[in-house]
């Protein structure tokens, strides 16, 4: 982004007020306008994790007694993780960073990309270890064009970052607007359904004993990914009481719509990785699970239920909550920058 000097200096300058989309690049922390942004960041700097710590290695007995049916679906999440989080980086890059005239805010968005990054890390790890073919590996990081299930909601993803990817100032209404969409789809769509439908299948091979590794770094990652949507959902909320006639009931069902959407591209993946029938997993209990799922993410933005689907999985109720808390207490012994505690998987988030 090409930044006018001008600009800066206005908004750094006498400490004017600004809404939080008004255009410009505001660079003092003092007076901080947005300090729940600022905790946001000091929260997640207490959960760092690095990939090392996450021994894959461990999975590789379990990977040969799969069946037929649970090695396509290990297959098919696989090649979903080898680009998921590399979507979300880039539409950080490309469309939120500039826009959040913050920089508590910025700061927390500068954090998540670093989280991002080791996603993206952690991903690349998994694949070399499951996948030890070249070819097989390769065909997994272009699952975003030669799977079906995965080329569409990859298209769904780019659809929204491509729907601000012009705009380099929010001026109008309809801009700030356009804006709260992208950010209510990335936080509730893709982090908020996409990748908690993929949380659930690994909980759902934990819950029978197979792939600890891959379910001890997903608990990293499901840590991190709940705070970015947290954090997303600060932003619009943050937005919707500064600018409260932005959110009307036209966008209100922009965002069903959109929502629905995701559920039915997350159930077409959901029908490939079931396809050839998974044993305690069945598609009709998916697609309940994930439209629980997207009602409790129109929940988080105050609007009514589209469902009513309640929760079929016993496992992502509370996931081992004692073997949660054990692991990072061991964690806790090797390192200060460190967080104690357990994850229910019935939290708003």
Not at 52 to 80: C, G, I, N, T, Y
Not at 274 to 285: D, K, N, P
Not at 323 to 343: D, H, I
Request: aromatic share 12%.
């Amino acid at each position: 982004m090409t930044t006018n000097p001008e600009t800066i200096s206005t908004r750094a300058g006498a400490g004017k007020p600004h809404l939080l989309l008004d255009p410009g690049m505001d660079l003092t922390l003092r007076p901080m306008r947005y300090p729940r942004f600022f905790d946001r960041f000091k929260d997640a700097i207490k959960n760092t994790w690095t990939v090392e710590e996450v021994d894959l290695h461990s999975d590789l007995a379990d990977l040969a007694k799969l069946s037929p049916a649970e090695q396509h679906l290990v297959s098919r999440l696989v090649a979903f993780f080898a680009t998921g989080d590399t979507i979300v980086a880039n539409n950080l890059v490309l469309n939120l960073y500039q826009h959040v005239n913050s920089p508590e805010g910025r700061l927390y968005l500068s954090r998540q990309l670093y989280e991002e990054a080791v996603h993206v890390q952690f991903y690349l790890n998994l694949l070399d270890t499951y996948v030890p073919d070249e070819k097989e590996r390769f065909e997994a990081f272009a699952a975003v064009e030669n799977i079906p299930s995965i080329a569409r909601k990859a298209e769904f993803c780019f659809r929204w970052i491509d729907s601000i990817f012009q705009l380099r100032e929010l001026r109008t209404r309809e801009d700030r607007r356009a804006f709260l969409l992208n950010v209510i789809c990335f936080a509730a769509c893709i982090e908020g359904l996409f990748f908690y439908g993929a949380f659930a299948y690994v909980y759902f091979l934990r819950s029978r004993g197979l792939l600890h590794g891959l379910a001890s770094g997903t608990n990293w990652v499901f840590r991190d990914e709940s705070m970015h949507m947290a954090f997303a959902f600060d932003v619009v909320d943050t937005v919707r009481a500064e600018e409260p006639d932005l959110f009307d009931a036209e966008m209100r069902q922009q965002v069903e719509d959109m929502l629905a959407e995701a559920v039915e591209c997350e159930v077409q993946f959901a029908a490939d990785l079931l396809e050839q029938g998974v044993s305690g997993m069945s598609l009709a209990h998916m697609r309940e699970y994930l439209q629980h799922v997207a009602d409790r993410r129109l929940a988080m933005l105050g609007i009514e239920p589209m469902y009513g689907s309640h929760n079929p999985f016993a496992f992502m109720e509370l996931q081992d909550v004692q073997e949660l808390s054990n692991f990072f207490e061991r964690r806790v012994s090797a390192y200060q920058v460190a967080v104690t505690g357990s994850v229910s998987f019935d939290d708003d988030f």
